[in-house]
């Protein structure tokens, strides 16, 4: 069974930037047939997509979030994290990392869902 | 580029059926078969209820079905029970290669 975990500080000040790491088990993070993203939900929000990283460290951003966003990977510890520059009080939400399916099915069907989520961490910004 | 639209809530009594619609353009719902519902309650993470429009992951009761018609999304329940008081949320992916989010729907079983 994947498994994911969401980890990192949950206070950041404003101005500077909000790390997080997303632990995967269960699974190899180096699989061709998931993509790996980081979405938020601020507290009575709905989902709002970050973005997503391949195993090739190749990266696709929210238009709206792309200037201060950076996610990279690292597949020696099964990794993924999201780095989050010039942090406000808008950016205060649960932060959650899920496995995306690009592929599934011996013929390599196209798809695109979220299978698997971690189980969030709130991240609050303030001085 | 905006959310996709959903009713902001919607209600039904137990044993009855509900639809929740989940409506785009033709660059997101209408453009491609792949849509998703996701099922969140209080405090917990989106689990995953519909992919490619109307495949049930396993494990998902077949109480929940999703269909498309041009670029409206729906997902129906049926037969209502109380453990599907929740937040609904569509998913599609996206002309722009990215994915986007409905706004959600919140159910309420009476």
């Known amino acids: 069974q994947v498994q994911l975990q969401e980890s990192g500080p949950g206070l950041v000040k404003p101005s500077q930037t909000l790390s997080l790491t997303c632990t995967v088990s269960g699974g190899s993070i180096s699989s061709g047939s998931y993509y790996w993203s980081w979405i938020r939900q601020p507290a009575g929000k709905g989902l709002e997509w970050i973005g997503r990283?391949?195993?090739?460290?190749?990266?696709n951003y929210n238009p709206s979030l792309k200037s201060r966003v950076t996610i990279s990977v690292d597949t020696s510890k099964n990794q993924f994290s999201l780095k989050l520059s010039s942090v406000t009080a808008a950016d205060t939400a649960v932060y959650y990392c899920?496995?995306?399916?690009?592929?599934?099915?011996?013929?390599?069907?196209?798809?695109?869902?979220?299978?698997?989520w971690g189980q969030g961490t709130l991240v609050t910004v303030s001085s | 580029q905006s959310a996709l639209t959903q009713p902001a809530s919607v209600s039904g009594s137990p044993g009855q059926s509900i639809t929740i619609s989940c409506t785009g353009t033709?660059?997101?719902?209408?453009?491609?078969?792949?849509v998703s519902w996701y099922q969140q309650h209080p405090g917990k993470a989106p689990k995953l209820m519909i992919y490619?429009?109307?495949n049930r992951p396993s494990g998902v009761s077949n109480r929940f079905s999703g269909s498309k018609s041009g670029n409206t999304a729906s997902l129906t329940i049926s037969g209502l029970q109380a453990e599907d008081e929740a937040d609904y949320y569509c998913s599609s992916y996206t002309s722009s290669s990215t994915p986007w989010f409905g706004g959600g729907t919140k159910l309420t079983v009476l």
């Open positions: 990283i391949y195993t090739s460290g190749s990266t």
């Open positions: 490619d429009v109307s």
């Open positions: 033709s660059s997101d719902v209408g453009g491609y078969n792949y």
């Open positions: 899920a496995r995306v399916g690009i592929y599934y099915g011996g013929k390599r069907t196209p798809t695109y869902y979220f299978d698997y």
